[in-house]
């Protein structure tokens, strides 16, 4: 028999404990719902296994990939059709990305000297030389942005550690150098090397030479600008010159870009 006064349920609880429970039941469920809501769930770009750039292959052409890397350089188009090349940089190893102009609203706060980006690419490869693509300007995510440069502040008295070379700037005095030498690294400093011409072609804007000496080979590219000053018929093999300018990665090999027409300098034979 119950107890007069007391209202039981089957399994023992109280009537009245039972309407308590229902009545802060509403309140539990909210709270758990606002904890849920804080947590969001991993983005694909979290999970997306990187792969390091030291470990692309031609191999891998048409494969996509996630890539992070330092941008190194960036060179703008030389022609209409022809696109922005920006060399990325991952434990000293270096590979072109391309894009074109229709991107670059998008992608121009993204993409500075110095940013370290998370780029979804594709592999590919042009003129035998891989380089990786993005089909669109959200492939490229921006993960850390250069320092900027206080130009108001005092120079600091101890040399510090930078990830990149210096830009080259006029007041860089050129390296002379053996091209044997000269490394991927070596994005933006001004170099002189001396050789002969091994071989020479016009390309779009300009005109390339390979020049080499006792230690090696390097491409020398020399836009029309330049290219209007010079006596394009003594840039033939064989003939020995000297070239100052800038190092700089093209379509994923290393190049000499002079910048003017006396940086060129044949040697009277």
Same mark, same amino acid.
């Given at each position: ?38 947590? =969001? ?37 030389? =022609? ?10 991952? $434990? ?11 991107? &670059?609203? &998008? ?52 040399? @510090? ?15 002379? @150098? ?19 011409? =091994? ?28 290219? $209007? ?6 840039? &033939? ?22 910048? @003017? ?9």
């Amino acid at each position: 028999m119950p107890t007069p006064g007391r209202l039981h349920s089957r399994n023992g609880i109280t009537f009245a404990e039972h309407i308590r429970c229902r009545r802060w039941l509403p309140i539990f469920v909210a709270l758990l719902g606002t904890n849920l809501a804080g947590l =969001s769930p991993a983005t694909a770009s979290d999970t997306t296994p990187l792969t390091p750039v030291a470990a692309i292959t031609k191999s891998m052409t048409n494969h996509d990939v996630t890539v992070e890397a330092m941008i190194a350089s960036i060179r703008a188009p030389r =022609s209409e059709r022809a696109p922005y090349i920006v060399t990325l940089t991952e $434990s000293n190893a270096s590979v072109p990305l391309v894009y074109w102009s229709d991107m &670059q609203p &998008q992608l121009a706060p993204k993409m500075k000297k110095g940013n370290v980006i998370r780029a979804d690419v594709t592999i590919s490869t042009y003129r035998d030389n891989i380089q990786l693509r993005i089909k669109n300007p959200d492939a490229i995510t921006l993960v850390s942005a250069a320092p900027e440069a206080t130009t108001n502040s005092p120079a600091p008295t101890e040399a @510090t550690a930078s990830p990149t070379p210096p830009a080259a700037t006029a007041t860089t005095p050129p390296t002379e @150098t053996v091209i044997g030498k000269i490394k991927d690294d070596w994005a933006n400093r001004v170099v002189t090397i001396s050789g002969t011409i =091994s071989g020479s072609e016009a390309v779009a804007n300009g005109r390339r030479l390979n020049v080499q000496d006792a230690t090696g080979e390097i491409a020398v590219l020399i836009d029309q600008k330049v290219l $209007s000053a010079l006596a394009v018929a003594d840039l &033939q093999p064989g003939r020995a010159l000297s070239v100052t300018g800038p190092v700089q990665l093209a379509d994923g090999k290393l190049a000499v870009v002079p910048e @003017t027409a006396s940086a060129v300098k044949l040697v009277v034979q």
